[in-house]
Protein backbone atom coordinates (compact mmCIF):
# COMPACT_ATOMS: atom_id res chain seq x y z
CA UNK A 1 0.00 0.00 0.00
CA UNK A 2 2.77 2.55 0.33
CA UNK A 3 4.69 1.56 -2.42
CA UNK A 4 1.11 2.62 -4.51
CA UNK A 5 0.53 5.70 -3.13
CA UNK A 6 4.25 6.73 -3.55
CA UNK A 7 3.76 5.58 -7.05
CA UNK A 8 1.01 7.67 -7.55
CA UNK A 9 2.27 10.49 -5.82
CA UNK A 10 5.39 10.22 -8.27
CA UNK A 11 3.41 10.33 -10.55
CA UNK A 12 1.48 13.20 -9.81
CA UNK A 13 4.58 15.34 -9.62
CA UNK A 14 5.43 14.08 -12.79
CA UNK A 15 1.96 15.39 -14.09
CA UNK A 16 2.34 18.52 -12.92
CA UNK A 17 5.59 19.08 -13.68
CA UNK A 18 4.60 18.70 -17.38
CA UNK A 19 1.75 21.64 -16.80
CA UNK A 20 3.27 25.43 -17.57
CA UNK A 21 1.92 28.44 -17.82
CA UNK A 22 3.40 31.24 -20.11
CA UNK A 23 3.17 34.39 -19.07
CA UNK A 24 2.49 37.88 -20.71
CA UNK A 25 5.16 39.04 -23.08
CA UNK A 26 7.54 35.96 -23.02
CA UNK A 27 7.42 32.52 -25.03
CA UNK A 28 9.05 29.08 -24.50
CA UNK A 29 11.42 27.42 -27.19
CA UNK A 30 10.29 23.59 -26.57
CA UNK A 31 12.76 20.66 -27.73
CA UNK A 32 12.17 17.24 -28.20
CA UNK A 33 15.04 14.82 -27.51
CA UNK A 34 17.49 17.58 -28.06
CA UNK A 35 15.70 19.45 -31.30
CA UNK A 36 13.61 22.21 -31.65
CA UNK A 37 9.84 21.03 -31.86
CA UNK A 38 7.81 24.47 -31.09
CA UNK A 39 7.34 27.95 -29.68
CA UNK A 40 4.88 28.19 -27.46
CA UNK A 41 2.99 31.83 -26.88
CA UNK A 42 1.22 32.75 -23.86
CA UNK A 43 -0.91 30.44 -21.59
CA UNK A 44 -1.45 26.56 -20.77
CA UNK A 45 0.70 24.35 -22.08
CA UNK A 46 1.17 20.34 -21.53
CA UNK A 47 4.62 19.00 -22.63
CA UNK A 48 5.56 15.09 -23.03
CA UNK A 49 7.57 14.44 -19.68
CA UNK A 50 11.01 13.06 -19.82
CA UNK A 51 11.44 13.55 -23.59
CA UNK A 52 10.22 17.51 -23.81
CA UNK A 53 11.92 20.08 -22.30
CA UNK A 54 11.58 24.17 -22.31
CA UNK A 55 14.43 25.18 -23.87
CA UNK A 56 14.85 29.03 -23.29
CA UNK A 57 12.35 31.50 -21.56
CA UNK A 58 12.54 34.56 -24.63
CA UNK A 59 11.32 37.82 -23.87
CA UNK A 60 9.62 39.59 -26.03
CA UNK A 61 9.14 43.17 -24.35
CA UNK A 62 11.54 46.01 -26.03
CA UNK A 63 14.89 45.86 -23.77
CA UNK A 64 17.30 48.28 -23.29
CA UNK A 65 21.26 47.63 -23.19
CA UNK A 66 23.51 50.37 -22.64
CA UNK A 67 27.31 49.91 -24.18
CA UNK A 68 30.49 51.55 -22.65
CA UNK A 69 32.05 53.88 -24.37
CA UNK A 70 33.82 53.13 -27.40
CA UNK A 71 37.32 54.72 -29.06
CA UNK A 72 36.22 55.86 -32.88
CA UNK A 73 38.33 58.03 -35.14
CA UNK A 74 36.70 61.14 -37.16
CA UNK A 75 37.93 61.73 -40.61
CA UNK A 76 39.88 64.06 -39.55
CA UNK A 77 41.86 61.86 -37.13
CA UNK A 78 40.15 62.94 -33.65
CA UNK A 79 39.66 60.10 -31.89
CA UNK A 80 37.26 60.53 -29.05
CA UNK A 81 35.03 58.31 -26.87
CA UNK A 82 30.82 56.93 -27.87
CA UNK A 83 28.95 55.50 -25.61
CA UNK A 84 24.99 54.23 -27.59
CA UNK A 85 22.41 53.13 -25.98
CA UNK A 86 20.70 50.16 -28.08
CA UNK A 87 16.70 49.42 -28.06
CA UNK A 88 15.71 46.13 -29.85
CA UNK A 89 12.84 43.47 -29.21
CA UNK A 90 12.69 39.63 -30.34
CA UNK A 91 10.17 38.89 -32.95
CA UNK A 92 11.43 35.61 -33.57
CA UNK A 93 12.84 32.96 -29.94
CA UNK A 94 13.20 30.35 -32.37
CA UNK A 95 15.85 32.61 -34.17
CA UNK A 96 16.83 34.45 -30.87
CA UNK A 97 17.47 31.15 -29.57
CA UNK A 98 19.34 28.91 -32.36
CA UNK A 99 20.69 32.02 -34.50
CA UNK A 100 23.45 33.58 -32.57
CA UNK A 101 25.21 32.16 -29.40
CA UNK A 102 25.21 34.90 -27.04
CA UNK A 103 23.01 37.76 -29.12
CA UNK A 104 23.98 40.94 -26.54
CA UNK A 105 27.74 40.56 -27.14
CA UNK A 106 26.87 40.07 -30.84
CA UNK A 107 25.25 43.52 -30.90
CA UNK A 108 27.53 44.98 -28.79
CA UNK A 109 30.51 44.33 -31.20
CA UNK A 110 28.14 45.09 -33.97
CA UNK A 111 27.27 48.31 -32.62
CA UNK A 112 31.17 49.11 -32.23
CA UNK A 113 32.38 48.25 -35.69
CA UNK A 114 28.96 50.33 -37.27
CA UNK A 115 29.36 53.28 -35.49
CA UNK A 116 33.40 53.17 -36.33
CA UNK A 117 32.17 53.24 -39.87
CA UNK A 118 29.53 55.86 -39.76
CA UNK A 119 32.04 58.27 -37.32
CA UNK A 120 35.35 57.43 -39.86
CA UNK A 121 33.30 59.17 -42.73
CA UNK A 122 32.24 61.74 -40.77
CA UNK A 123 34.84 65.11 -39.86
CA UNK A 124 34.37 66.55 -35.64
CA UNK A 125 32.34 68.95 -36.84
CA UNK A 126 29.61 66.84 -38.38
CA UNK A 127 29.88 64.41 -35.85
CA UNK A 128 28.74 66.80 -33.39
CA UNK A 129 25.81 68.40 -34.90
CA UNK A 130 24.50 64.77 -36.95
CA UNK A 131 23.77 63.06 -34.28
CA UNK A 132 19.96 62.12 -36.12
CA UNK A 133 21.97 60.93 -39.04
CA UNK A 134 24.46 58.72 -37.42
CA UNK A 135 21.20 57.50 -35.34
CA UNK A 136 19.71 56.60 -38.29
CA UNK A 137 22.14 55.41 -40.18
CA UNK A 138 23.43 52.98 -37.94
CA UNK A 139 19.45 51.51 -36.47
CA UNK A 140 19.08 50.40 -39.97
CA UNK A 141 22.71 48.93 -40.40
CA UNK A 142 21.94 46.99 -36.93
CA UNK A 143 18.46 46.57 -37.95
CA UNK A 144 19.57 44.50 -41.16
CA UNK A 145 22.47 42.63 -38.98
CA UNK A 146 20.37 41.20 -37.05
CA UNK A 147 17.06 40.26 -38.75
CA UNK A 148 18.57 36.62 -39.26
CA UNK A 149 18.88 36.23 -35.20
CA UNK A 150 15.17 37.18 -34.78
CA UNK A 151 15.92 40.83 -33.25
CA UNK A 152 14.46 43.90 -34.25
CA UNK A 153 16.34 47.16 -33.38
CA UNK A 154 13.80 49.81 -32.68
CA UNK A 155 16.75 52.73 -32.23
CA UNK A 156 20.06 53.39 -31.53
CA UNK A 157 20.90 56.50 -29.62
CA UNK A 158 24.48 58.30 -28.91
CA UNK A 159 24.48 59.22 -25.26
CA UNK A 160 27.84 60.60 -24.93
CA UNK A 161 30.58 62.36 -27.43
CA UNK A 162 33.31 62.71 -25.19
CA UNK A 163 36.52 64.32 -27.25
CA UNK A 164 40.08 64.78 -26.45
CA UNK A 165 41.18 67.55 -23.51
CA UNK A 166 42.68 69.30 -26.05
CA UNK A 167 39.82 69.53 -28.30
CA UNK A 168 37.52 70.13 -25.53
CA UNK A 169 39.40 72.91 -24.77
CA UNK A 170 39.51 74.96 -27.68
CA UNK A 171 35.93 74.06 -28.72
CA UNK A 172 35.46 76.20 -25.45
CA UNK A 173 37.83 78.66 -26.63
CA UNK A 174 35.83 78.53 -30.18
CA UNK A 175 32.54 78.92 -28.52
CA UNK A 176 33.70 81.98 -25.89
CA UNK A 177 35.04 83.61 -29.03
CA UNK A 178 31.85 83.25 -30.63
CA UNK A 179 29.68 84.38 -27.84
CA UNK A 180 32.26 87.50 -27.64
CA UNK A 181 31.75 87.94 -31.58
CA UNK A 182 27.74 87.84 -31.31
CA UNK A 183 28.06 90.27 -28.34
CA UNK A 184 29.77 92.66 -29.96
CA UNK A 185 27.28 92.71 -32.94
CA UNK A 186 24.11 92.87 -30.90
CA UNK A 187 25.87 96.02 -29.27
CA UNK A 188 26.87 97.48 -32.83
CA UNK A 189 23.75 96.80 -34.13
CA UNK A 190 21.95 98.61 -31.19
CA UNK A 191 24.04 101.11 -31.48
CA UNK A 192 23.32 101.52 -35.34
CA UNK A 193 19.77 101.45 -34.57
CA UNK A 194 19.60 103.89 -31.60
CA UNK A 195 21.43 106.25 -34.58
CA UNK A 196 19.09 105.64 -37.04
CA UNK A 197 16.17 106.33 -34.27
CA UNK A 198 17.64 109.41 -33.34
CA UNK A 199 18.16 111.04 -37.11
CA UNK A 200 14.67 109.86 -37.44
CA UNK A 201 13.36 111.80 -35.01
CA UNK A 202 15.44 114.78 -35.71
CA UNK A 203 13.83 114.37 -39.29
CA UNK A 204 10.40 114.28 -38.20
CA UNK A 205 10.54 116.96 -36.70
CA UNK A 206 12.16 119.04 -38.88
CA UNK A 207 9.30 117.86 -41.00
CA UNK A 208 6.92 119.20 -38.50
CA UNK A 209 8.88 122.34 -37.92
CA UNK A 210 8.54 122.77 -41.98
CA UNK A 211 4.71 121.59 -41.65
CA UNK A 212 3.59 123.83 -38.84
CA UNK A 213 5.38 127.08 -40.62
CA UNK A 214 3.95 126.28 -44.18
CA UNK A 215 0.85 126.09 -41.88
CA UNK A 216 1.50 129.36 -39.99
CA UNK A 217 2.33 130.94 -43.64
CA UNK A 218 -1.01 129.64 -45.23
CA UNK A 219 -3.32 131.37 -42.32
CA UNK A 220 -1.60 134.20 -42.51
CA UNK A 221 -2.48 134.82 -45.91
CA UNK A 222 -5.66 133.61 -45.77
CA UNK A 223 -6.05 136.15 -43.19
CA UNK A 224 -4.71 138.63 -44.68
CA UNK A 225 -6.72 137.68 -47.96
CA UNK A 226 -9.93 137.67 -46.04
CA UNK A 227 -8.99 141.34 -44.36
CA UNK A 228 -8.46 142.45 -48.17
CA UNK A 229 -11.74 141.23 -48.86
CA UNK A 230 -12.68 142.90 -46.29
CA UNK A 231 -11.54 146.21 -46.98
CA UNK A 232 -12.71 145.76 -50.68
CA UNK A 233 -16.12 144.85 -49.58
CA UNK A 234 -16.19 147.91 -47.18
CA UNK A 235 -15.22 150.12 -49.56
CA UNK A 236 -17.55 148.66 -52.50
CA UNK A 237 -20.50 149.19 -49.88
CA UNK A 238 -19.44 152.97 -49.20
CA UNK A 239 -18.79 153.41 -52.88
CA UNK A 240 -22.31 151.98 -53.07
CA UNK A 241 -24.05 153.91 -50.73
CA UNK A 242 -23.05 157.45 -51.99
CA UNK A 243 -23.95 156.50 -55.12
CA UNK A 244 -26.93 155.69 -53.49
CA UNK A 245 -27.21 158.99 -51.65
CA UNK A 246 -26.28 160.80 -54.89
CA UNK A 247 -29.24 158.62 -56.94
CA UNK A 248 -31.33 159.40 -54.05
CA UNK A 249 -30.65 163.44 -54.05
CA UNK A 250 -31.01 163.44 -58.03
CA UNK A 251 -34.49 161.78 -57.46
CA UNK A 252 -35.55 164.47 -54.61
CA UNK A 253 -34.95 167.32 -56.94
CA UNK A 254 -36.45 165.51 -59.61
CA UNK A 255 -39.63 164.94 -57.88
CA UNK A 256 -39.45 168.69 -56.11
CA UNK A 257 -39.72 170.04 -59.91
CA UNK A 258 -36.41 172.08 -59.76
CA UNK A 259 -35.45 174.54 -62.45
CA UNK A 260 -32.56 175.06 -64.67
CA UNK A 261 -30.80 177.46 -62.54
CA UNK A 262 -30.93 175.32 -59.37
CA UNK A 263 -29.81 172.02 -61.14
CA UNK A 264 -26.89 174.88 -62.50
CA UNK A 265 -26.21 175.62 -58.36
CA UNK A 266 -26.21 172.09 -57.33
CA UNK A 267 -23.59 171.63 -60.25
CA UNK A 268 -21.49 174.51 -59.01
CA UNK A 269 -21.75 172.98 -54.84
CA UNK A 270 -20.85 170.10 -56.32
CA UNK A 271 -17.35 171.33 -58.16
CA UNK A 272 -16.70 172.91 -54.91
CA UNK A 273 -16.73 169.68 -53.35
CA UNK A 274 -14.74 168.14 -55.44
CA UNK A 275 -12.31 170.43 -54.81
CA UNK A 276 -12.90 170.37 -51.34
CA UNK A 277 -9.84 173.75 -50.90
CA UNK A 278 -6.91 171.64 -52.05
CA UNK A 279 -7.29 172.35 -55.84
CA UNK A 280 -5.25 175.37 -57.77
CA UNK A 281 -7.48 175.29 -60.61
CA UNK A 282 -10.44 174.06 -61.65
CA UNK A 283 -12.70 174.55 -65.29
CA UNK A 284 -16.17 175.46 -64.65
CA UNK A 285 -18.77 175.44 -67.77
CA UNK A 286 -19.79 178.18 -69.33
CA UNK A 287 -22.90 177.50 -67.89
CA UNK A 288 -22.25 177.63 -64.65
CA UNK A 289 -19.72 180.70 -64.68
CA UNK A 290 -23.24 182.55 -66.04
CA UNK A 291 -25.05 180.99 -63.22
CA UNK A 292 -22.09 182.41 -61.06
CA UNK A 293 -22.06 186.14 -62.64
CA UNK A 294 -25.76 185.92 -62.08
CA UNK A 295 -26.07 185.18 -58.57
CA UNK A 296 -23.05 188.03 -58.44
CA UNK A 297 -25.27 190.73 -60.30
CA UNK A 298 -28.40 189.80 -57.39
CA UNK A 299 -25.65 190.13 -54.50
CA UNK A 300 -24.61 193.34 -55.55
CA UNK A 301 -28.24 194.66 -56.26
CA UNK A 302 -29.14 193.71 -52.87
CA UNK A 303 -26.32 195.50 -51.21
Known sequence: MPVIITIVVIILAILISC???????????????????TTWPVGLHIKAPFIDRVAKNVNLKEQVVDFPPQPVITKDNVTMQIDTVVYYQITDPKLYSYGV?????????????????????????ETLTSR??????MRS???????????????????????????KDAMEKQMKAERERREAILIAE????????IAEGKKESAILDAEAEKQAA?????????????????QAQAILRIQQANADGLKMIKEANAD???LRLKS??????????????IIIPSEIQGIAGLAKSVAEIAK
Open 132 to 137: ETINTT
Open 268 to 281: LEAFQKAADGQATK
Open 141 to 167: SLDIATDPWGIKVNRVELKNIIPPAAI
Open 101 to 125: ENPIMAIENLTATTLRNVIGDLELD
Open 260 to 262: EAV
Open 190 to 197: GEKKSTIL
Open 19 to 37: IRIVPQAHAYVVERLGAYL
Open 218 to 234: ILRAEAKKEATIKEAEG
